[in-house]
């Protein structure tokens, strides 16, 4: 018996409750219910939402108070309304982000948080505990589809949160381990001679589910697949977030792991965007944000079935709204309905993030995807990563699996230049490809928002 997980679900969260005002479980248990609404009902829960939103903002948050010419209509027809506020890029948000906080809500309920870009650029953006608590309730919902509750039992496959202390690390993994029922596996320290201690680490904790980056898990796994490994405990799930989980990737897992993969769609600064099911489809946290999915540069809607950039309009977010932002990531929306019983609407596919694009000068769009599977292909490769700075030039950095002649990498090479036409490759070898410090091993870092 898993006396953590009884600790945590039948006390510490009713006791967080009590005494800290987190309203997470409830959120949860709306959402429950949500989940099954028909689509007028989820319809009319969105435009009650977004109705208070967007009066909130016209009202209240500086950079959409010239918009006040739209109350009515935004009380006439909300979704309607927020067509026509301007869509919002990185960027702009950035240099105006001073002008987006809602200036009836107190500084102290104001939750900082970041996110990193790959082009270095940070963005720097504010919750509230609403916001915060609706990101993981939908996390708790997604995961109650696989049997997974707020206590279970779990590995987590990650970077390094902060520099600790030797003290403070302490505290947080005891924090870790009691009081999430959650112990963590460095994803950057992952290597041949590290991997069977961290199998039988695993072996021996029993978590029900592992919870990484797809690039991690999937690092993880393929380090498995070498070493010949397999599971002994059984695991209802490997969930991966935070990166594009690719067709590859999810096979490899899902063999070395002996489990279902389950693919979490989020962004740090929209939080949890769609789940996959038991059925294996991606469900739309409709009832927290809205998603529409946008072609550029005409910024008109795209027709489901047919992909484009996402932008996502955050339903509980009123301390810094952001109506329309638009993500970066490349979508597919579906009309389809899932036969799991879930109601919530469908993404037909996650097709990428635009870093993870390469451009050659003829104007052609190469998915940092086409490399990993040439390198599939080729076993010479253990790791690579390929890095665009600019349309003329990429450097693919290559460590090489041990016994392999060099004719192998430059076939490798070969085919990989052959799909960049105009690309100059500069190719560096033998130095070890480390993950991120946040633990992901991107593989292709593209020029993102920069290329246009
Ligand atoms: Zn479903």
Redesign the pocket.
């Known amino acids: 018996m898993d006396y953590v997980k009884i600790f945590i679900e039948r006390l510490l969260y009713p006791a967080m409750n009590l005494v800290r005002g987190n309203r997470t479980l409830e959120y949860l248990q709306k959402m429950k219910k949500t989940q099954y609404a028909s689509r007028a009902e989820l319809l009319s829960f969105q435009e009650g939402k977004l109705s208070a939103l967007l009066l909130d903002c016209v009202k209240n948050v500086p950079y959409y108070q010239k918009y006040d010419y739209l109350e009515e209509a935004i009380k006439l027809d909300p979704l309607g309304a927020l067509n026509q506020f301007p869509i919002l890029d990185k960027e702009t948000f950035r240099k105006n982000s001073e002008l987006f906080f809602n200036s009836k809500l107190p500084e102290s309920e104001r939750i900082e948080n970041y996110t990193g870009g790959s082009t270095g650029e940070k963005t720097r953006f504010f919750m509230n505990r609403e916001t915060v608590e609706h990101y993981e309730a939908a996390r708790w919902r997604g995961l109650s ?1 696989h049997g997974i509750t707020p206590g279970s039992r779990s590995v987590m496959l990650w970077g390094n949160p902060i520099e600790l202390s030797r003290e403070d690390q302490k505290k947080y993994e005891f924090k870790e381990k009691w009081l999430k029922n959650r112990v963590i596996i460095p994803a950057f320290a992952l290597e041949e001679q590290s991997i069977r201690n961290y199998v039988a680490k695993i072996d021996a904790y029993k978590p029900e589910y592992i919870y990484g980056y797809a690039s991690a898990l999937d690092a993880f796994a393929k380090l498995m697949r070498i070493e010949k490994l397999n599971f002994k405990c059984t695991l209802k799930a490997a969930v991966s977030t935070a990166e594009t989980l690719y067709p590859h990737q999810r096979e490899n897992i899902e063999k070395a792991f002996g489990c279902r993969v389950v693919n979490e769609y989020g962004a740090r600064d929209a939080g949890i965007l769609a789940y996959e ?3 294996g ?1 991606l ?1 739309i946290s409709s009832d927290n944000a809205i998603i529409e999915v946008i072609d550029f540069p005409s910024g008109k809607e795209v027709p489901c079935g047919k992909s484009g950039d996402v932008v996502v309009t955050d339903l509980n977010n009123h301390i810094m709204p952001r109506l329309r932002y638009r993500l970066g990531d490349e979508v597919i929306l579906t009309e389809r309905r ?5 109601n919530l609407p ?1 993404m037909e596919s996650i097709v990428g993030r635009n870093d993870e694009m390469l451009h050659t000068p003829g104007g052609l769009l190469v998915h940092g995807y086409l490399v990993a599977k040439i390198a599939q292909s080729h076993p010479v490769i253990k790791r690579f990563q390929i890095i665009q700075k600019e349309v003329e030039r990429a450097t693919l950095r290559i460590e090489p699996a041990e016994g392999r002649n060099s004719a192998d990498i430059d076939l490798f090479v070969e085919e990989v230049g052959a799909h960049l036409p105009g690309v100059a490759i500069d190719v560096k070898f033998g130095e070890r490809i480390e993950a991120s410090p946040s633990g992901k091993f991107r593989y292709c870092i593209g020029m993102g928002d920069k290329a246009r």
């Open positions: 589809w099911c038991s059925a489809e469900h899932c036969d799991c019983g879930v469908l």
